[in-house]
């Protein structure tokens, strides 16, 4: 097999006709995106290179991974405004991709990012909607609901929703008055015989 002559240009600008060679950069802007997230802090710039990547090739899965790690390196950094245009362009790209999806929308609800609709209601949804609205809970204090069920305190929910320990504490007050209980085991206990705790979004169902 003879190889292009030419300029080492050339002969690069005629080889990215193979698959894998294409997938040579992105496949590099990932790696380089991946060593961030574990050397020091994820770099959302080094992400968003690899999504650009991935989606000029035409590899939207690969797209909404690196999106998904764009997004989640935003809001540790404190950028939800861009985390807020990164998580629903990898929520679009990942569609058909169930795992991934499930962790988008566990990242946009926790960011309190909206994402385009879910599929239409069936009768079964439609009658936990009902379960969860008969409680009176917003859709934040169903996320707060859930990590206090795990035993997490108000500092780690905190954490974990990219809010201060003091808004967490006024959720779970909240949770604790709209459930008529007084601790936060109890509130756990009503939350599961109601059918609370799951998260039909996050799951993709």
């Known amino acids: 097999m003879s190889w292009p002559t030419g300029s080492s240009t050339q002969a690069g600008e005629a080889l990215t006709d193979h698959p894998f060679v294409a997938a040579t950069p992105a496949e590099r802007a990932t790696w380089n995106a991946e060593r961030t997230r574990v050397v020091n802090s994820s770099d959302p710039d080094a992400w968003c290179a690899a999504a650009t990547a991935w989606q000029n090739l035409g590899c939207p899965h690969q797209a909404g991974y690196a999106w998904w790690r ?3 390196a935003q809001l540790y950094v404190g950028q939800s405004r861009a985390a807020a245009a990164a998580l629903p362009a990898g929520a679009e ?26 599929p ?86």
């Not at 790209?93 to 879910?118: K, N």
């Not at 204090?141 to 954490?159: K, S």
């Not at 709209?178 to 979004?201: F, M, N």
């Open 70 to 72: 764009q997004a989640e």
């Open 120 to 205: 239409e209601a069936t009768p079964e949804n439609q009658g936990q909607a009902k379960t969860q609205d008969s409680h009176g809970l917003t859709s934040p204090e169903l996320v707060v609901l859930r990590l206090l069920a795990t035993g997490r305190t108000n500092a780690q929910i905190g954490a974990e929703l990219f809010i201060s320990p003091k808004t967490a504490s006024v959720h779970v007050t909240n949770i604790l008055r709209k459930l008529g209980v007084t601790t936060r085991v109890q509130a756990a206990a009503v939350a599961e015989r109601a059918g609370l705790l799951h998260d039909q979004r996050a799951s993709g169902g």
């Open 93 to 118: 790209a990942a569609d058909g991709h169930a795992p991934l999806l499930s962790h988008i929308r566990r990242l946009a609800l926790r960011a309190r990012v909206p994402l385009p609709a879910t």
